[in-house]
């Protein structure tokens, strides 16, 4: 089942002589349950793929579908929605509440769409994250990699249709980095959640299912990661 359809997506900022093509006619799709690693050098356009397909960013033309829906036809406020229901984001910098604490921080999208946290599931997801002793924590009382967990554990509160993250391990030391990844590649397995990532490092996309490479706006690369390792 196709979880998520790109088809013919630019992205153009700026004009004349600062007209900067981000993305170039960019189209892939991607099945319920991969894990995806998109790399790429700086500037070539991963960070804003991932910001368009987040609902974050808009694109200047293109189609981007996830479980059936066109996000580009919905307007500002139905398209919050969607992304608080079915788009988990995790970024390098953890971007938590600094007045919230560990509980309020991973249960804060459901309170925004006026839910209930489902109990069951919080109480699963801190398990599985090794929180327990750190729900009424605040974020400065933990360190980066326990920030990192919140973060995931807040993007899967809602079981997203897609959980993407941009550069996860990118403020954290090697250990935690590998921890950071292991997670995800848990929940992907255990609970056939699709995940996106964006790295820089050639150990964590060799971890990932596929790796879609990205050079100067455009794809310049789609395999496997057996294929990859086979080069």
């Given at each position: 089942?196709?979880?998520l359809?790109?088809?013919?997506?630019?992205?153009?900022?700026?004009?004349?002589?600062?007209?900067?093509d981000?993305?170039?006619?960019?189209s892939?799709?991607?099945?319920?349950?991969?894990?995806?690693?998109?790399?790429?050098p700086?500037?070539?356009?991963k960070?804003?793929?991932?910001?368009?397909?987040?609902?974050?960013?808009?694109?200047?033309?293109?189609?981007?579908?996830?479980?059936?829906t066109?996000?580009?036809?919905l307007?500002?406020?139905?398209?919050?929605?969607?992304?608080?229901?079915?788009?988990g984001?995790?970024?390098?910098?953890?971007?938590l509440?600094?007045?919230?604490?560990v509980?309020?921080?991973?249960?804060?999208?459901?309170?925004?769409?006026?839910?209930?946290?489902?109990?069951e599931?919080?109480n699963?997801l801190?398990?599985?994250?090794?929180?327990?002793?750190?729900?009424?924590?605040?974020?400065?009382?933990?360190?980066?990699?326990?920030?990192?967990?919140?973060?995931?554990?807040?993007?899967?509160?809602?079981?997203?249709?897609?959980?993407?993250?941009?550069?996860?391990?990118?403020?954290?030391?090697?250990?935690?980095?590998?921890?950071?990844?292991?997670?995800?590649?848990?929940?992907n397995?255990?609970?056939?959640?699709?995940?996106?990532i964006?790295t820089?490092?050639?150990?964590?996309?060799?971890?990932?299912?596929?790796v879609?490479?990205?050079?100067d706006?455009?794809?310049?690369?789609?395999?496997?990661?057996?294929?990859?390792?086979?080069?």
């Amino acid at each position: 089942m196709k979880i998520l359809e790109i088809r013919n997506l630019n992205k153009v900022y700026g004009k004349g002589e600062t007209r900067v093509d981000a993305l170039k006619n960019i189209s892939f799709d991607i099945e319920q349950g991969e894990f995806v690693a998109i790399v790429g050098p700086s500037g070539s356009g991963k960070s804003t793929l991932l910001h368009i397909l987040g609902g974050v960013d808009s694109p200047t033309s293109g189609v981007v579908n996830i479980a059936g829906t066109d996000i580009g036809k919905l307007d500002e406020g139905k398209l919050a929605i969607f992304r608080r229901r079915h788009i988990g984001l995790i970024y390098q910098f953890y971007n938590l509440i600094p007045i919230l604490n560990v509980e309020e921080n991973m249960t804060l999208p459901l309170l925004l769409d006026g839910k209930k946290a489902n109990k069951e599931l919080l109480n699963d997801l801190v398990k599985k994250l090794g929180l327990e002793k750190r729900l009424k924590h605040l974020p400065n009382q933990l360190s980066g990699g326990q920030q990192q967990r919140v973060s995931i554990g807040r993007a899967l509160m809602n079981n997203p249709a897609l959980l993407l993250a941009d550069e996860p391990t990118g403020n954290l030391d090697s250990e935690n980095s590998r921890e950071i990844i292991s997670l995800l590649r848990k929940f992907n397995r255990e609970n056939n959640q699709t995940v996106i990532i964006i790295t820089h490092d050639e150990r964590i996309a060799l971890s990932a299912d596929r790796v879609i490479t990205i050079e100067d706006g455009r794809i310049t690369k789609d395999s496997k990661t057996a294929e990859v390792s086979a080069v």
